[in-house]
């Protein structure tokens, strides 16, 4: 059955909601994360696909959309012009010029920030899928290679663990670098037909929640 466990409200007024769908007894709880970019909206929708699909042995946390505010202005930065995957309390943030980039003045400034941690503290996720688009690969950080490893079989998708470029403040470096949570970051293809996409990573999709 599935519930509401938490929600916050945006700068402009919208809320980002966290999920659960779980068995009467359960093994492992996993977290799934869509539209931490605004601008790459297509994890909302599969993740509501993957909401309707009842968990056999595991708990199951979703937030199907991290950043609303910045889905409804379409951009990839929140309302306050923070990209919300710089602005984790890593080791390595940095404050960076206000571009498209941008980290925020301070590491974990933004609510939707705060909301993420506070999940991660309460809910000890065994393991993390975020999805964001275009680049139609399988990222992944901390100990999740076999992990990723199978996913990438399943969904067809190029296995790459270096993204090519730096990335201070990540939620990648925050849960699977610095604090061990196998966290795997699916980039989906530029592609807007979401059954085309949901039948590609069904699969994948279906092997992660039954970890």
Not at 19 to 43: A, F, N, R
Request: hydrophobic share 30%; net charge negative.
């Amino acid at each position: 059955m599935l519930k509401t466990l938490d929600k916050i409200q945006t700068k402009n007024q919208n809320e980002v909601r966290l999920y659960t769908v779980e068995p009467l007894s359960y093994e492992k709880t996993l977290l799934i994360i869509g539209v931490m970019h605004g601008d790459e909206w297509q994890g909302e929708p599969l993740i509501e696909k993957m909401m309707k699909c009842p968990p056999q042995k595991n708990r199951l946390l979703f937030i199907p959309c991290l950043n609303p505010d910045g889905k409804e202005l379409k951009t990839r930065q929140n309302a306050n012009l923070v990209d919300l995957n710089r602005n984790f309390p890593t080791k390595n943030w940095t404050l960076s010029e206000k571009d498209d980039y941008y980290g925020g003045q301070n590491p974990a400034s933004e609510e939707e920030t705060k909301f993420v941690i506070k999940i991660i503290e309460t809910y000890h996720p065994y393991a993390i899928l975020t999805i964001h688009n275009p680049y139609k690969i399988v990222n992944f950080d901390g100990p999740a290679q076999k992990m990723a490893q199978e996913f990438s079989l399943l969904n067809n998708y190029p296995l790459q663990e270096d993204i090519g470029y730096q990335t201070p403040g990540s939620f990648g470096t925050y849960c699977g670098i610095e604090r061990k949570i196998p966290t795997i970051t699916l980039e989906l293809p530029d592609e807007e037909d979401i059954e085309k996409l949901w039948e590609e990573n069904k699969k994948a999709f279906e092997y992660f929640m039954e970890l």
